[in-house]
């Protein structure tokens, strides 16, 4: 199917290009959003009697995500949950956390403008982007701990985590050893 572009699309193309897209797509999610028309030529009309209002929004939205990147880029935020000795979460932080972290901060962020291809599995500091707009990106960090004091010594960059130690090449030279130790007649 033949859309034409109502803003910038990732990966797609700019306002105003004539792409052609999977019908699935275009149904599913390009128009239902508005981020998109149907190719025809009442629709390619249409799009040029309204082009200079669509541009004028879409500068005014820049700006207003612009504003808004230069305040959040680079802030860190906390997130408290439980997790093992190893580091792994009992759960998981997902899009809709870190956006309600976001939003407790003194941010607008819906959880559809964070980028997180997977969900955060473990304790520790995590960059995450967040897309304001589709031209304007950040990054902020997510500091994930048990408790608050670990959230500090995380921040200065400590390990909070401990590892298994145990080498089972190590172990079984251990067990050897004491096998030739006790000699043929114990073993």
Known sequence: MEVILLERVAKLGQMGDTVRVRDGFARNFLLPRGKALRATNANKERFETQRSQLE???????????????????????????????????????????????????????????????????????????????????????????????AERQARGETVTTREETNLDDLGLEVGAALAEAGPEEA
Request: hydrophobic fraction near 40%; proline fraction near 4%; charged fraction near 20%.
């Open 56 to 150: 004028a929004r879409n500068l005014e939205r820049r700006t207003e995500a612009e504003a808004v990147a230069g305040k959040l880029n680079g802030q860190g935020f906390t997130i408290i949950r439980q997790a093992g000795e190893t580091g792994v979460l009992y759960g998981s932080v997902s899009t809709r956390d870190l956006a309600e972290s976001l939003t407790g901060g003194g941010f607008s962020v819906g959880r559809e403008q964070i980028v997180l291809n997977a969900p955060i599995k473990t304790l520790g500091l995590h960059t995450v982007p967040v897309a304001l707009h589709p031209e304007v990106e950040v990054r902020v960090t997510i500091n994930v701990a048990r408790s608050p004091e670990e």
